[in-house]
C-alpha cells in the first residue's frame, strides 16, 4: 500500500514538472535559444556566423620588402582573401604560438591561390629581408602567398597602431624587448577587413590566435569569404 502511494507522488511530481518545464523547453527549442549555430561543431566559445561577415572597413595600405628583397603591397592580394598578423623572429613569448596557428592556416588552405598570410616585424632593424627568409625556412612555409614583411619602424609602428589599430610597442621591461597584439586580421578579396559577431552581435573585428577556438573561427570564416 504506501509502495503504491510512493507510486502516485512520483507521478504527480512528474506530471507538475510536464506541465511546467515542456513548455518552456518548446519555446527555448523554438527561438533557437538551445544550441548556438547551426551544428555543434561550428560553434567557437560565444562567437557565431550564419555564413554572413560583419564588414569593418577597407584594410589600410601598405608596401614594405618581403624575405626575398621583393616590394609587396596591398595590392598583390587584390583578389585574394588573407590574415595579416605583427610578430618578431626573436621574440621568445606569444609569437612562436602565434606561427604555429599560422602553420595551421596555411596547411588548411595550401594550394589555394587565392588565398595568403602576410606577417609583418616589428623589430625590422634585426628582422632584415634574409633573416625573415631563414625564419620562414625554418617555420616550414610552403606557400608562396605568405610574405614575411620588414621596412622602416616608424612606418610600420603607425601601421599598426593607427592604420589596423592592432597594439605593438617597444618595451626594454618586458621579455625579448618589443610587445605586440595576438590577434589576426581576416581581409577579403576586395581589400575590406572581415569578421564575425560574438554572442551578443557585436563585431569581434579580430581572430585570436593564441587560442585553438580563435583559429578554428578564422579558418571557417576564410572559408566563407574563399567562396564569395
Same mark, same amino acid.
Request: net charge positive.
Given at each position: 500500500?504506501?509502495?503504491?502511494?510512493?507510486?502516485?507522488?512520483?507521478?504527480?511530481?512528474?506530471?507538475?514538472?510536464?506541465?511546467?518545464?515542456?513548455?518552456?523547453?518548446?519555446?527555448?527549442?523554438?527561438?533557437?535559444?538551445? !544550441? =548556438?549555430?547551426?551544428?555543434?561543431?561550428?560553434? $567557437? &566559445?560565444?562567437? *557565431?556566423?550564419?555564413?554572413? %561577415?560583419?564588414?569593418? @572597413?577597407?584594410?589600410?595600405?601598405?608596401?614594405?620588402?618581403?624575405?626575398?628583397?621583393?616590394?609587396?603591397?596591398?595590392?598583390?592580394?587584390?583578389?585574394?582573401?588573407?590574415?595579416?598578423?605583427?610578430?618578431?623572429?626573436?621574440?621568445?613569448?606569444?609569437?612562436?604560438?602565434?606561427?604555429?596557428?599560422?602553420?595551421?592556416?596555411?596547411?588548411?588552405?595550401?594550394?589555394?591561390?587565392?588565398?595568403?598570410?602576410?606577417?609583418?616585424?616589428?623589430?625590422?632593424?634585426?628582422?632584415?629581408?634574409?633573416?625573415?627568409?631563414?625564419?620562414?625556412?625554418?617555420?616550414? !612555409? =610552403?606557400?608562396?602567398?605568405?610574405?614575411?614583411? $620588414? &621596412?622602416?619602424? *616608424?612606418?610600420?609602428?603607425? %601601421?599598426?597602431?593607427? @592604420?589596423?589599430?592592432?597594439?605593438?610597442?617597444?618595451?626594454?621591461?618586458?621579455?625579448?624587448?618589443?610587445?605586440?597584439?595576438?590577434?589576426?586580421?581576416?581581409?577579403?578579396?576586395?581589400?575590406?577587413?572581415?569578421?564575425?559577431?560574438?554572442?551578443?552581435?557585436?563585431?569581434?573585428?579580430?581572430?585570436?590566435?593564441?587560442?585553438?577556438?580563435?583559429?578554428?573561427?578564422?579558418?571557417?570564416?576564410?572559408?566563407?569569404?574563399?567562396?564569395?
Amino acid at each position: 500500500m504506501l509502495k503504491n502511494k510512493s507510486y502516485i507522488g512520483i507521478s504527480f511530481i512528474i506530471l507538475l514538472f510536464g506541465i511546467y518545464a515542456v513548455p518552456k523547453i518548446i519555446s527555448r527549442i523554438q527561438n533557437g535559444d538551445v !544550441v =548556438k549555430g547551426e551544428r555543434l561543431d561550428q560553434v $567557437t &566559445g560565444n562567437q *557565431k556566423t550564419n555564413g554572413k %561577415l560583419q564588414k569593418i @572597413g577597407p584594410a589600410p595600405q601598405f608596401e614594405l620588402t618581403d624575405q626575398n628583397g621583393k616590394k609587396i603591397s596591398n595590392a598583390d592580394y587584390k583578389g585574394k582573401v588573407y590574415v595579416l598578423e605583427f610578430f618578431f623572429s626573436t621574440c621568445p613569448s606569444i609569437c612562436p604560438i602565434m606561427n604555429r596557428s599560422m602553420l595551421e592556416i596555411q596547411n588548411q588552405f595550401f594550394g589555394n591561390p587565392n588565398f595568403g598570410i602576410v606577417s609583418i616585424t616589428i623589430d625590422p632593424e634585426h628582422d632584415t629581408a634574409q633573416v625573415l627568409k631563414a625564419h620562414a625556412e625554418t617555420l616550414g !612555409v =610552403k606557400s608562396s602567398n605568405w610574405h614575411f614583411l $620588414t &621596412g622602416d619602424k *616608424k612606418y610600420i609602428y603607425d %601601421l599598426a597602431n593607427k @592604420g589596423f589599430n592592432l597594439y605593438a610597442g617597444e618595451n626594454s621591461k618586458v621579455n625579448g624587448g618589443f610587445e605586440h597584439s595576438g590577434l589576426f586580421a581576416l581581409i577579403d578579396k576586395n581589400g575590406n577587413i572581415r569578421c564575425r559577431k560574438d554572442e551578443y552581435n557585436n563585431p569581434i573585428l579580430y581572430y585570436d590566435g593564441l587560442e585553438k577556438s580563435g583559429v578554428k573561427a578564422i579558418q571557417q570564416d576564410i572559408a566563407i569569404l574563399l567562396k564569395e
